[in-house]
């Protein structure tokens, strides 16, 4: 590519004679533009068009005036003409149904106009003749003009029609991708091969001349002969022309030039599998984007020299990416800039955007939340200078009347008729009243007026888009209007107004005027604007937009080839290249255009149905051709350990993903005699139903069972919550009733309940405590305060044990307990005490376990957690004795009756289903030892 634009730039800067440049897409007009700027300083001398600008613009200059049709003036043409034919009567039979057939006789027709002497028969010849008497056929007419002499230099790949209308213009020279220095015109793919020879023997040709073509057809290179069809026909027809070739061959190095050498010689070596091509598959969409970054970072790491505007990134339809592609490359964890081209002119426009959404309100049911999101659009809020408060006090009005749907006055209940006329009572009245439980202040009048006159006005616009017809002058001033009254100055009207130009006078629905207008809209070409000129460039994979990069990526490669698109109206088979031909032959120069990597990624889970899929038969000939295994399967989220082996093909350079990927590593297990191969994760809930009542533990945890007297704490009163009342306390600003009103407390019983359990434990607090809680989440990097009364830890980690949850009641100078002191008091905050022990340094607090009902203070010298987490796994196998009340006769060496000697809701329960056995209980001998050992302390 280089060379070609070396060359191109020698001619361009020859003379000043007048020069146009045909170019097959932005893609290649920018690249060309680039490289004459590094090598000349400037980037003129030329005007740049596409195939089919180019030729309008040289038959102007020759005088010769065109009238070619456009999808949509055809299209228009074809709504009117198409219920007119007696054969399609059975098959039109609604107005959609007549739009759609349009469509797809027009792209028909599109293409039978590129191809000479085109023989149709039935109603199509009819209609094609009858469409291009009232048009020029674009292959007929440029077959007969005579070009001005004018220098015209075509670049790349560019379809027949416009091929040999350039070539007879004496001044026209073409540069053309070639990526063999041998003769491949002739080449036949073994398919084809196999498909002639069938043909020839049913055609009755003698097997000794099938067996000669076999022979002479039996040498060809794989690759070229399955991608290069295109190409080889093209290199075919430039051999009339005279041509001089500029072949180089690259060093060597890897893989991927060893193939593009084979290439250019034409031959085929055994191949050493390294890390220049590259095959990777992803669960989902989301993910192959999160794999291309990481992929991405590591060849930035590798290489110094590598730029992110040396990557050049392509995916079968670009739009599919484009939220990705912001999200995570956008990202402030590593972000890389980065630019996306080709997108609809609709996706990055927020006028197009609310337009097309209100051609979509047509035929609605007028529900409120369809309606109202159409005032959310940015330009539409701007333009009736409505803000965001006044939305949001807009739907709080329509939520208090009751809105529902529909718009007309037959709809007696929750209409917007009905909703208008209760916004104007509750805007006279001054006080709550049936209408409106908060009347409307006079001050907001001005709101509520805008959005009645929007509404209304939006009401009557698309009651005429629903009920009438009018010409196309008619409708474009009609746009128009309704632009000025919503969205502001529209730019399209004028095309409106040229397609009428080519028509004959004729009334057209609303939802005609739609189509063409969404077909202007949605048109390619757009792009993100660069985030810097040093970016990664996102584009769609289409023919025209390879480009030399030393990086060449492929997302969605599982969807490549596109589809084509078959019709069984078509009634001329040979319409020029098929759009697999093209896409074969784009993977060919992508191929040849890729200077140090090619990557290829897909997704390997379908996001339709969940099932296995494979990448696509290209990527799967190509490594065939290879012999080669270069697949790597990723695993289903950025943090997986995977990606911290030794040996992992890439690595994780995020630090939020390396450090989650950290802690589920595996660990040494070190409970002597407890399974812990794998991480478990405890929260201090579970620590404390353990502490207060192990059968409950073991029937909720292990079991499964919960009985209907258990209730939630946290139910009742959230600790941040506690927490946020005591303070309030301790400061004098406490109103329990005040709360209760404001609805900060639980309802009902629960209100009473809770006001009970807060007075008691307020009660025997100091005046000069500040408390606060603790959340500990595996979220959490760092610790930082979230409130006065709340701090976030990260998860406490103890070996392959993570302890997250809420830890209440905690101050400067220790850990508050608000109980007694005794054996059974304790007992029950014992596991939290031991966790805040842990994390005490972290809030640069005091690791006591403070007892203000009895002014006294329980400091704690050794470590006892590990202890307490190998006898919560021993818990959860069987249920252990050792409740509150039973602990302090136990660690006497006394083991109390199970049945009657502690009354217990659950052990009574238990008792009557024999849940769970006796053989199940865990022997007290047997834990004695390190139940003494865990509560020595307490002792």
């Known amino acids: ?354 337009l097309l959404y209100l051609f979509s309100l047509q035929n609605c049911a007028w529900e409120r939340e369809e309606i109202l999101k159409f005032f959310h659009f940015s330009c539409v809020k701007e333009h009736l200078q409505l803000s965001d408060e006044e939305l949001k006090t807009i739907e709080k009005w329509l939520e208090a009347v009751h809105l529902k749907w529909g718009y007309q006055e037959e709809h007696s209940v929750g209409t917007w008729n009905e909703a208008f006329r209760r916004l104007l009572i509750g805007l006279a009245m001054e006080e709550e009243n049936e209408y409106l439980a908060h009347p409307i202040e006079l001050s907001e009048a001005e709101t509520l007026g805008k959005f009645l006159q929007a509404a209304t006005a939006l009401h009557e616009n698309l009651r005429t888009m629903e009920k009438e017809t009018h010409t196309l002058p008619e409708w474009a001033s009609f746009i128009s209007q309704v632009c000025e009254r919503f969205i502001g100055p529209a730019t399209f009207q004028e095309e409106l107004l040229q397609i009428c130009e080519t028509l004959p006078p004729a009334t057209y629905p609303f939802a005609s005027i739609a189509r ?196 939630d704490e946290e139910f009742l009163l959230a600790p941040w919550e506690k927490n946020t009342l005591k303070q309030l306390h301790l400061s004098g600003q406490l109103e329990i009733t005040e709360h209760a009103r404001r609805g900060e407390l639980p309802s009902g019983l629960f209100e009473k309940v809770a006001i009970l359990r807060l007075e008691k434990e307020i009660e025997p607090l100091p005046k000069n405590f500040e408390l606060f809680s603790v959340e500990l989440k595996e979220s959490c990097e760092k610790p930082y305060q979230l409130s006065l009364y709340k701090w976030i830890l990260p998860a406490l980690q103890i070996q392959n044990v993570t302890i997250t949850g809420e830890i209440e009641n905690i101050s400067k100078e220790g850990m508050v307990h608000l109980a007694g002191s005794k054996l059974y008091e304790l007992l029950p905050i014992w596991p939290l005490f031991l966790v805040f022990q842990k994390i005490a340094p972290q809030l640069d607090c005091k690791a006591d376990l403070l007892l203000p009902k009895e002014e006294k203070r329980l400091s704690l010298s050794g470590d006892y957690l590990e202890s307490y987490l190998e006898y919560f796994e021993e818990a959860k196998k069987r249920p252990s004795p050792f409740t509150p009340r039973a602990t302090e006769s136990l660690l006497k060496g006394k083991e109390p009756p199970i049945n009657t000697q502690f009354v217990d809701p659950h052990l009574q329960w238990a008792q009557v289903r024999k849940i769970p056995k006796n053989e199940d209980w865990t022997p007290f001998s047997l834990f004695i030892d390190k139940e003494k050992l865990l509560y020595s302390p307490l002792i």
């Open 1 to 354: 590519m280089e060379v070609l634009v070396k060359e191109l730039s020698s001619a361009l800067f020859k003379n000043f004679s007048r020069k146009i440049v045909i170019v097959p897409s932005d893609e290649v007009k920018s690249i060309i533009f680039s490289q004459l700027a590094k090598e000349k300083g400037v980037a003129f001398g030329a005007k740049f068009y596409k195939p089919s600008q180019g030729a309008q613009i040289i038959l102007h200059l020759s005088k010769l005036h065109s009238n070619f049709p456009t999808p949509n003036s055809l299209a228009l043409y074809l709504e009117q003409e198409l219920p007119k034919i007696p054969e399609l009567e059975e098959v039109l039979t609604s107005p959609k149904c007549i739009r759609d057939f349009a469509d797809t006789i027009c792209q028909l027709f599109l293409r039978y106009a590129k191809v000479e002497n085109i023989q149709l028969t039935g109603w199509q010849k009819t209609l094609y003749a009858k469409v291009f008497a009232l048009w020029d056929e674009p292959a007929k007419f440029l077959a007969l003009a005579t070009p001005a002499d004018i220098e015209v230099h075509v670049f790349g790949v560019i379809p027949k029609l416009y091929r040999d209308f350039f070539a007879k213009m004496p001044r026209t020279r073409f540069y053309f991708l070639n990526p063999t220095n041998e003769f491949w015109g002739d080449l036949v793919s073994e398919k084809s091969r196999q498909r002639l020879a069938k043909f020839y023997e049913q055609k009755g040709v003698a097997k000794e001349e099938i067996a000669q073509f076999l022979e002479l057809t039996e040498e060809h290179h794989p690759l070229l002969a399955n991608f290069g069809r295109l190409g080889g026909e093209l290199f075919t027809d430039y051999l009339d022309l005279p041509y001089i070739e500029r072949f180089t061959e690259s060093q060597a190095k890897n893989l991927l030039h060893q193939v593009q050498n084979d290439l250019l010689h034409m031959k085929q070596s055994e191949y050493i599998a390294d890390d220049s091509i590259q095959l990777h598959s992803a669960c989902s969409l989301s993910r192959e984007v999160e794999v291309l970054k990481t992929t991405i970072l590591n060849l930035l790491a590798e290489d110094p020299n590598l730029q992110p505007a040396d990557i050049f990134v392509l995916a079968p339809n670009i739009v599919d990416y484009e939220s990705q592609i912001t999200r995570v490359f956008g990202s402030s964890d590593l972000p890389i800039p980065f630019e996306i081209q080709d997108l609809p002119f609709s996706r990055r426009s927020d006028p197009a955007q609310a």
């Open 516 to 711: 063409a207008i969404r077909r202007t809209l949605t048109r390619s070409g757009d792009r993100v604007r660069p985030q810097s000129q040093n970016c990664i460039t996102f584009t769609s994979l289409k023919l025209g937009n390879a480009r030399p990069a030393k990086v060449i990526a492929l997302l969605g490669i599982e969807k490549f080839p596109h589809q084509e698109t078959f019709t069984s109206l078509q009634q001329v088979q040979d319409l020029g290249p098929t759009t697999c031909d093209e896409d074969r032959y784009l993977f060919l120069e992508l191929l040849i255009s890729a200077r140090e990597k090619l990557l290829f990624f897909y997704a390997n889970i379908c996001a339709k149905d969940g099932r296995e899929q494979s990448v696509s038969f290209l990527v799967q000939e190509f490594m065939e051709y290879l012999k080669l295994d270069l697949h790597i399967s990723h695993p289903p989220y950025p943090f997986h350990p995977q990606y911290l082996l030794p040996n992992a093909p890439i690595k994780e350079f995020s630090p939020l993903n390396f450090a989650k990927a950290t802690r589920t590593l595996p660990r040494t297990p070190f409970f002597q005699g407890v399974e812990t191969e794998k991480s478990t994760t405890i929260t201090t809930q579970q620590l404390k139903k353990l502490a207060k009542n192990p059968l409950r533990f073991y029937l909720n945890e292990t079991l499964g069972i919960h009985l209907p007297f258990e209730y």
